[in-house]
């Protein structure tokens, strides 16, 4: 339920508290939290579960007697809310294990009318959750987040919250980085009246005809509007946009009267000399929308609204009309001392760090935390947004069971969900490195990326919807990639031996550009690991930091030259892998083994930069956001 009803709890320090009548406050359980081991995690040579039902849900069950019943006190340990289970990446650990968290906190009151629910942002890998006693259900998706009605919740008394946390994971889903386990993003208390709107969308279509000064705009709302305790609703929805400029649009919507649950409101506004959202001017519309049931506040939705266009014409990238080249760094929601479970200061460091390297955007394998995103939008920096299905069909190919394309749709469907009201995305991709020839997979590549496409279309028709492939030269044209709007393109030529030519991706890129002509192309991914062992090898030497910095230069230089929309580093920071990860440097001498750091960064996991990062903050330096004005200005 992302920000559809979370949003008072990010902004209780700016609006003054609830008047009277209007809903109770949201509410963040932060303190009081504490855990205990539940089982040891399985052996390695533990069949896995079968992957016909969820992988997840056999090893994310009620195992150990698991029960939302007090247990002695002596077993628990104080914790902080967001944590991992160990924020050191111990390589016997990887699998996951069990823990149970507790948290005790008085009920607040409930008007009548209201109840509440319970919103977890993240919790990886699996939840189970008890309130008082009694069992409130289950969620299996680490990345997204997920509400359940706080059903038994005592006002004004005690009562116990118990979270079954389990992090072992299935073997055969693959993922490319560390298995953090924990409950990593913030848990609320949402009130929700007999009419509330649940997966509020706030997006922007704007079209502009000129310069960004020549634009229309409107506010699109979608969201599911619920009924509960009334059997039929009379609602209204009001909708308060203040510009930055301080000017204040309003409009209420009669809704249609309601008898059904549940019901999909799709509503639109326009937006009189619209101020929009731009990298170099990140400005945001304050927004208040207020739901009503017979005149009676049932919702107030506080947050900030961006409006901006993103399109692609001619194969190219377009912001607000205007031709755009992403320059940046992909990141991962890992840092030395808090793991996957980011602090505000961990936040305001990656966002210093992107901007000093001159980075215009950045990408991450799944949904980066809300908190994030809010400050990714504030810096201007836009975000390649991405579901977390990361070579699904290879391997053990778990897409081939009808149970996994579902619940990857679904992981597809949450993420759009929760990232389509920040203005910083600007594109949603629905897979990354499946089979790269999904015409020849019909029943399941080609099936997946079909329906997961519709899936992010039908939810935010205001953005390019985009796939990231890790294609090689000469493959035929694949049909199924005409569904998308853009092609993001992991390439690792001249590093990895299976591309180990480097002077073949000028020509790929050709390719790509003549198979593709209509679609955007942006290289999403790129770079050499640089380890420690080898910070003074020569250049000739894969691994050390002079290759390193020498590969980025002579990529960028080509991506410079290329007929695509922009190029974006993997990664920013280094980040903890699975146990063995050789990143394609050749082996390891026994001190560094089992290996869990992948070190293609440009920055250190203990926050030192290396010389490529200095390679690659003076081409971004150079590197103009508008390449159409860059060239015109050179010109004169």
């Not at 005690?158 to 990593?184: A, Y």
């Not at 201007?380 to 699904?392: F, H, K, L, T, Y």
């Amino acid at each position: 339920m992302r920000r559809a009803l979370a949003t008072l709890a990010g902004l209780a320090a700016v609006f003054p508290a609830a008047a009277a009548g209007s809903p109770p406050r949201t509410q963040t359980l932060a303190q009081g939290w504490e855990m205990r081991s539940q089982a040891a995690a399985p052996a390695p040579d533990q069949p896995a579960p079968p992957l016909e039902g969820d992988p997840e849900d056999a090893a994310g069950s009620d195992t150990g007697g698991a029960t939302g019943q007090p247990t002695q006190d002596s077993q628990w340990s104080p914790v902080k809310i967001p944590s991992v289970f160990n924020t050191k990446a111990v390589p016997s650990e990887y699998a996951g294990e069990v823990r149970r968290y507790r948290v005790r906190f008085t009920g607040p009151a409930t008007p009548r009318g209201f109840r509440w629910l319970i919103e977890f942002e993240s919790v990886r890998r699996a939840a189970t959750v008890y309130l008082n006693g009694h069992r409130l259900g289950r969620n299996a998706d680490p990345y997204t987040p997920f509400t359940l009605e706080a059903r038994g919740l005592r006002p004004g008394r005690s009562n116990e919250l118990v979270v079954l946390v389990d992090s072992r994971k299935d073997p055969r889903l693959p993922e490319g980085w560390w298995n953090w386990g924990g409950i990593v993003r913030p848990v609320h208390l949402i009130p929700a009246g007999r009419a509330h709107v649940d997966h509020l969308g706030t997006m922007s279509k704007v079209t502009c005809r000129g310069p960004a000064t020549r634009c229309t705009a409107s506010l699109l709302l979608d969201g599911y509007l619920h009924r509960s305790g009334v059997k039929e609703l009379a609602s209204t929805l009001s909708v308060e946009l203040r510009s930055p400029s301080g000017r204040v649009t309003r409009r209420t919507f009669r809704l249609p009267r309601q008898r059904g649950e549940r019901h999909r409101v799709q509503l639109s506004m326009p937006v009189p000399a619209p101020v929009l959202w731009r990298p170099e001017a990140p400005e945001l519309y304050q927004a208040r929308i207020v739901l009503r049931d017979r005149g009676a506040v049932q919702q107030v939705v506080r947050r900030h609204v961006g409006l901006r266009s993103v399109t692609v014409k001619g194969g190219m990238l377009y912001l607000n009309n205007r031709r755009i080249k992403l320059a940046g760094a992909s990141i991962h929601e890992d840092v030395r001392g808090d793991g996957a479970a980011l602090t505000e200061a961990d936040m305001n460091t990656i966002v210093s760090e992107l901007k000093e390297l001159g980075a215009n955007v950045t990408r991450s394998h799944y949904l980066l935390n809300d908190r994030l995103l809010d400050k990714l939008d504030r810096a201007g920096i836009m975000v390649w947004s991405q579901a977390p299905i990361w070579q699904r069909d290879r391997k053990a190919n778990v897409l081939k069971y009808p149970s996994q394309r579902r619940r990857a749709w679904e992981t597809v469907r949450r993420t759009v969900l929760a990232a389509r009201n920040h203005p910083a995305v600007i594109t949603h991709s629905v897979a990354n490195e499946l089979w790269s020839r999904p015409d020849e997979r019909p029943r399941v590549t080609k099936r997946y990326l079909i329906r997961a496409q519709k899936i992010a279309r039908d939810l935010d028709p205001t953005l390019p919807i985009s796939v990231d492939i890790n294609g090689r030269p000469h493959h035929p044209e694949q049909f199924t990639y005409h569904r998308f709007d853009m092609l993001g393109i992991n390439q690792y030529f001249g590093w990895y031996p299976w591309v180990a030519n480097f002077d073949d991706l000028p020509l790929y890129l050709q390719e790509m550009r003549d198979l593709y002509p209509e679609l955007a192309l942006v290289m999403t991914e790129f770079g050499a690991e640089a380890r420690p062992e080898l910070a003074d090898a020569p250049v000739t030497t894969k691994g050390s930091y002079a290759f390193q910095s020498m590969h980025i230069q002579r990529t960028m230089d080509v991506a410079d030259a290329a007929p695509i929309s922009g190029a974006i580093y993997w990664t920013l920071r280094e980040f903890e892998i699975f146990p063995g990860w050789r990143g394609g440097a050749g082996q390891r001498p026994p001190e560094f083994r089992p290996n869990t750091m992948h070190q293609k960064g440009l920055i250190t996991y203990e926050g030192q930069k290396k010389p490529a990062w200095y390679v690659l903050h003076r081409y971004f330096e150079s590197s103009a956001l508008y390449p159409a004005a860059a060239r015109s200005a050179r010109g004169r």
